[in-house]
C-alpha cells in the first residue's frame, strides 16, 4: 500500500523551509528593515546638516549624526550577509534531507520515473535555489520598505513631491508583475532541460565501459549535450526578460527621479524647502524608485519557485506505508494469492498463485523477461502488486510492521550496494546489526572469508580501498544477507556473477546455512536441482510447481535451461 505525500504546491513547501528557519528568518528580516530604516534617515540627516554648513550654524552633532548612520549601515550589511549565508545553508540542508529521505522511502519508483541524473540534479541544484526563498523573503519586507519610505519622506517634505512620484507609481508595479510571472515560466524551462542533461550524464558514466567498448564516446558527447542548444535559448529568454524589465524600469525610474527633482527646484525657488531638503528629496527619489533591488528580489524568488516546483513533483511520489500488526512465531510460509503486477502498459505476472511452505528453498525459473525478479520483489514488499495479497506466516505485508517486515526478510541482489566505511559496516548493515561472530560465520557460508582476509586490514578494510570482481561483490552481498537471521530470505540473481563450483557450493550452504525459507532465482539447472521445490514462470504465470526431477521430464522445461543448462 503506498500513500501520496504531504506534498503540497512549491509555495506550502517554501513556507515550510520558512518555518524551519523561522527565528533565524525574523532576525533577517529586522535585520534588513533596520538597515533600511537607517537609509531612510541618512538623506534627512544629510539634508539638514546641509542647511546648517549653508547656515554657518554649529552642525558637529548632525555630522556625527551622519558619521553614525553610516557606520550603523556598514555593520547591519555585514550581519546581514552573514546572517543571510546561514538562512540559505540551513534551509537548504533541509530541502535535501527532506528530499532525500522521500527518495529513499519512495524506493525504486523514483529512479524509474525521474532517473538517478535528474534526481541529483534536483536534490544538488535545484535543492539549493529552492533553499535561497527565506532569506529572500525575509529581505523582501525590507525591500519594499525602501520604496514606500522614500515616498512617505517625500510626502512629509512636501505633497507634491509625492504626487508626482505616485502618479507614475501603477506603471512600476505593473512592470514588476510581468517581470515575476515571465521569470519564473523561463526559469521552470531553463531547470528541465538541466535535469535532461544531468539524467544523459549519469547514464553515460554507467554505461562507461560499454561506451569505451563500442567507441562511441564522441557520439555519447554529443548526445549528452545536444539540449545545450535548448538550454541556451532558455537562458537568453531569462536574460531578456530581466534586461526588458531592468530596461523598463531604467527608463521609467529616471523620469519619476526627474520629475521630483523638478518640482523641488520649482519649491525651492519658491522658499517652500531649503538646500537641504532638495538634497534629500534627491535622495528619496532615488530610493522610492529603487526597482532595481525589487527586480533582483522577485528574480530570486521566482528561481527559488521554480526550484521549488521540481522538488515538489518528487515529494508528490507516494510513499510506502506499513501497518501496525506483529508477525507471529512461524517458519516463515509464504502465500501469494492473486498477484497480479503490471510495469507501464505490460502486465507482467498476472493472477499469480504461490505456496512456499515454511524451511524450504524454492527456486524460480523461466526465461528472461518472465517476472522472476518483479516477484522476488513482491516477496519482500520491495514492489506493491497492482493486484491480489502476499502473505507471510499468515500475516499480509502490507498489514506488518516496519520493523517486523524487514527485520525478518533479508535480500541478496545481482549487483549489491556494500553502504559503509568498511567492510565490517557494509557486512552489518540492518535495522539488528548482527554479532562479529555471526558476520564471520555468514562469510564463511558465501565463501567470501578468503577474499576478505586477503584485504589490507581484513574486515577492517576501507570498501573504497577493496577492489573486487562483480562475484566478490556478490559474495559479500551474500554474506551480508546470510548474516541476519530472518525467517525469509530472498537470493535475487545474487549468484549470477559465480563460477559453477563457487555457485554450486553457496547452493549447498543454503541447505544448512540460515534457517528459515529461501527464495532464490536459478539460472542453471544444477542449481534448480538442489532446490526443495521449482516454481517455473512462464507467460506471467506459475505454468508448473515441483521438483527439478519432476519438471525436467517436459520439454518447455528443459527449454528454458537451454543447451549450456543455464537459463
Excluded at 31 to 44: F, I, R, V
Excluded at 215 to 230: C, N, V
Excluded at 504 to 530: D, F, K, M, N, V
Amino acid at each position: 500500500m503506498t500513500t501520496r505525500a504531504d506534498a503540497a504546491p512549491p509555495a506550502a513547501l517554501l513556507n515550510s523551509a520558512t518555518r524551519h528557519s523561522g527565528a533565524r528568518c525574523i532576525a533577517l528580516c529586522l535585520m534588513s528593515t533596520a538597515s533600511t530604516g537607517a537609509g531612510l534617515l541618512l538623506p534627512a540627516a544629510l539634508g539638514r546638516t546641509l542647511d546648517l554648513l549653508l547656515a554657518h550654524s554649529p552642525a558637529t552633532r548632525w555630522v556625527l549624526y551622519c558619521a553614525g548612520i553610516v557606520l550603523l549601515l556598514a555593520l547591519l550589511d555585514a550581519a546581514e550577509t552573514v546572517l543571510s549565508g546561514t538562512v540559505d545553508a540551513r534551509t537548504t540542508a533541509w530541502l535535501r534531507r527532506r528530499l532525500a529521505g522521500h527518495v529513499l522511502a519512495v524506493g525504486p519508483r523514483a529512479t524509474a520515473r525521474f532517473g538517478p541524473g535528474d534526481l541529483v540534479a534536483r536534490l544538488v541544484g535545484n535543492a539549493a535555489q529552492a533553499g535561497t526563498a527565506p532569506a529572500a523573503r525575509a529581505a523582501l519586507l525590507a525591500a519594499l520598505a525602501g520604496p514606500l519610505g522614500g515616498v512617505v519622506a517625500l510626502g512629509l517634505i512636501d505633497p507634491w513631491l509625492a504626487a508626482v512620484f505616485l502618479a507614475g507609481g501603477p506603471l512600476l508595479t505593473l512592470l514588476l508583475r510581468a517581470f515575476a510571472r515571465d521569470t519564473t515560466r523561463c526559469v521552470a524551462d531553463y531547470q528541465q532541460v538541466q535535469g535532461r542533461i544531468a539524467g544523459a550524464l549519469a547514464e553515460a558514466v554507467a554505461g562507461h565501459r560499454t561506451i569505451e567498448a563500442a567507441g562511441t564516446a564522441d557520439k555519447e558527447a554529443a548526445r549528452i549535450l545536444r539540449p545545450l542548444p535548448e538550454l541556451s535559448r532558455a537562458g537568453h529568454r531569462m536574460w531578456r526578460v530581466q534586461g526588458r524589465a531592468a530596461a523598463q524600469a531604467s527608463a521609467v525610474a529616471p523620469l519619476l527621479q526627474l520629475g521630483v527633482v523638478a518640482v523641488a527646484g520649482l519649491l525651492l525657488t519658491r522658499h517652500r524647502l531649503s538646500v537641504g531638503e532638495v538634497l534629500a528629496a534627491s535622495r528619496y527619489a532615488v530610493l522610492a524608485a529603487g526597482v532595481g533591488v525589487l527586480v533582483g528580489q522577485f528574480a530570486s524568488l521566482a528561481r527559488a519557485r521554480a526550484a521549488a516546483g521540481r522538488l515538489d513533483e518528487v515529494l508528490a511520489e507516494p510513499t510506502v506505508t506499513y501497518g501496525e500488526r506483529r508477525l507471529p512465531p512461524g517458519p516463515g510460509h509464504l502465500e501469494l494469492r492473486g498477484v497480479t503486477a503490471r510495469r507501464g502498459e505490460r502486465t507482467v505476472l498476472d493472477g499469480v498463485d504461490l505456496v512456499v511452505p515454511g524451511g524450504t528453498t524454492l527456486a524460480l525459473v523461466g526465461r528472461s523477461g518472465t517476472g522472476k525478479s518483479l516477484l522476488a520483489a513482491l516477496a519482500g514488499r520491495l514492489a506493491e502488486p497492482d493486484a491480489g495479497e502476499i502473505l507471510l506466516d499468515g500475516v499480509a505485508l502490507r498489514e506488518l510492521t516496519h520493523k517486523d517486515l524487514r527485520g525478518s526478510v533479508g535480500y541478496a541482489f545481482e549487483r549489491p550496494a556494500l553502504l559503509g566505511t568498511t567492510i565490517e559496516d557494509a557486512l552489518t548493515l540492518g535495522l539488528q546489526p548482527p554479532s562479529p561472530a555471526r558476520v564471520r560465520e555468514a562469510t564463511r557460508l558465501a565463501r567470501a572469508d578468503d577474499f576478505v582476509h586477503r584485504l589490507p586490514k581484513g574486515y577492517a578494510t576501507a570498501c573504497a580501498d577493496a577492489p573486487r570482481s562483480g562475484g566478490e561483490s556478490q559474495r559479500l552481498g551474500l554474506a551480508r544477507a546470510f548474516a541476519h537471521d530472518g525467517r525469509l530470505l530472498i537470493l535475487d540473481d545474487a549468484l549470477s556473477s559465480l563460477d559453477t563450483v563457487t555457485e554450486a557450493q553457496i547452493a549447498e550452504s543454503l541447505t544448512r546455512g540460515p534457517a528459515g525459507t529461501r527464495i532464490l532465482i536459478a539460472h542453471r539447472a544444477s542449481t534448480a536441482a538442489r532446490a526443495d521445490a521449482v516454481a517455473w514462470l512462464d507467460g506471467g504465470r506459475v505454468r508448473a510447481v515441483g521438483t527439478h526431477a519432476e519438471l525436467w521430464r517436459m520439454a518447455g522445461y528443459r527449454a528454458v535451461f537451454g543447451d549450456g543448462g543455464r537459463a
